[in-house]
């Protein structure tokens, strides 16, 4: 084999090793990204369920105020558990939203409301400190 074509076959090496750890590259990061989404679909429908759960008791809660206004005793115990349950409840969502803004890439400036890149220091609207 001439040397001219042992050139050309040594860089076709090359370049194929170099697509080849490209391409895992990109397997590496479309996988990541999944399981990202993955998470947050999961903390997405915990946070759909919990809602729906306070809206039920939201409910229960007006109807026992309404049986209040009619007169009809209601027991302060079974209410004060209610309210407690619906606490709980939105403290649960409060950190699962939390969770999930903290898988985000982008941030939003506490000062302007400019969103703004995880990796930055300072807010390039105006300036603050992220």
Request: hydrophobic fraction near 40%; charge should be negative; proline fraction near 2%.
């Amino acid at each position: 084999m001439d040397a001219k074509m042992q050139t050309f076959l040594e860089k076709v090496k090359v370049m194929a090793d170099k697509t080849s750890k490209a391409a895992g590259r990109a397997a590496d990061a479309a996988g990541k990204k999944a399981t990202e989404l993955a998470s947050a679909t999961r903390i997405n429908l915990q946070i759909f369920d919990l809602n729906t759960e306070c809206e039920v008791l939201f409910k229960e809660i007006g109807r026992m105020v309404y049986e209040l206004h009619r007169g009809t005793e209601v027991s302060n115990e079974e209410m004060d558990q209610k309210i407690d349950l619906v606490d709980e409840k939105q403290a649960r969502i409060a950190a699962l939203r939390e969770e999930l803004a903290g898988m985000k890439s982008v941030v939003t400036c506490p000062h302007c409301g400019r969103p703004c890149s995880r990796e930055d220091a300072f807010c390039s609207g105006c300036g603050g400190a992220l």
